[in-house]
């Protein structure tokens, strides 16, 4: 299983665009990356996931590069909802039966 | 369509009590997990399923049993509570024939407190 590194926390202000990177330098060809919101008291939900290249929702963007070893995830004008935990993952899908959840980023946004 | 649901939402147990959390899934899916997780500690995994009658240990086993005689139903069971089992704990499920790879969907928690 790929190990992720994420930043513990961030801060930001509201109507700020919020840029959260993830680490995965050992990523397999074969692995997708995946990025999941948890508000407080609730499980965790998908919000984007991707291969390389741009992936856009109308949530969120998810940036990866060329080498793949890292993933951005992209908040546009994040709102105080959008304060949450966010989690990277990295995962070759159906032949992958374990997930394996870091600490993830707690993104705080102030008004 | 439901979803994912869990039962109980909330419970205390005294230790050396047992219990058994439910998990449910109306979305057919194969994969099936129970997640727990603690302040500052993100979520690990104790068991999955990767279909009905099947069973097997993730990160952190110890102290849980795990059963899955339905395809739409994942038990958890304490035999024994400690303190040290007092956390929140998810369940998922995910489909890996859909198209999108790793979408786990998340049941709403049960909140374990053990005296």
């Known amino acids: 299983l790929a190990k992720t590194t994420q930043p513990i926390s961030m801060d930001s202000y509201e109507g700020q665009e919020v840029n959260i990177t993830c680490s995965h330098n050992?990523?397999?060809?074969?692995?997708?990356i995946t990025w999941y919101q948890q508000f407080p008291s609730q499980g965790p939900r998908f919000i984007i996931q991707g291969y390389k290249t741009k992936v856009t929702n109308e949530v969120a963007s998810l940036f990866i590069p060329a080498d793949r070893k890292s993933s951005t995830l992209s908040l546009p004008r994040v709102s105080l909802s959008d304060t949450a935990v966010y989690y990277c993952l990295v995962a070759s899908g159906a032949g992958s039966y374990q997930l394996t959840f870091g600490k993830g980023t707690k993104l705080s946004v102030i008004p | 369509n439901a979803g994912v649901t869990q039962t109980p939402k909330f419970r205390v147990l005294k230790t050396g009590q047992s219990m058994t959390l439910l998990c449910a899934q109306d979305?057919?899916?194969?994969?099936m997990y129970w997640y727990r997780q603690d302040p500052g500690m993100g979520l690990r995994l104790i068991h999955y399923s990767v279909g009905e009658g099947t069973t097997a240990k993730g990160e952190v086993p110890d102290g849980y049993n795990v059963s899955r005689l339905k395809k739409q139903n994942f038990l958890l069971g304490l035999e024994s509570a400690a303190p040290s089992q007092t956390s929140v704990y998810f369940c998922?499920?995910?489909?890996?024939?859909?198209?999108?790879?790793?979408?786990?969907?998340f049941g709403p928690g049960t909140r374990l407190t053990v005296l």
């Open positions: 979305m057919n899916h194969e994969y």
């Open positions: 998922a499920s995910r489909d890996p024939g859909q198209g999108a790879h790793d979408t786990q969907y």
């Open positions: 050992n990523i397999a060809t074969n692995d997708y």
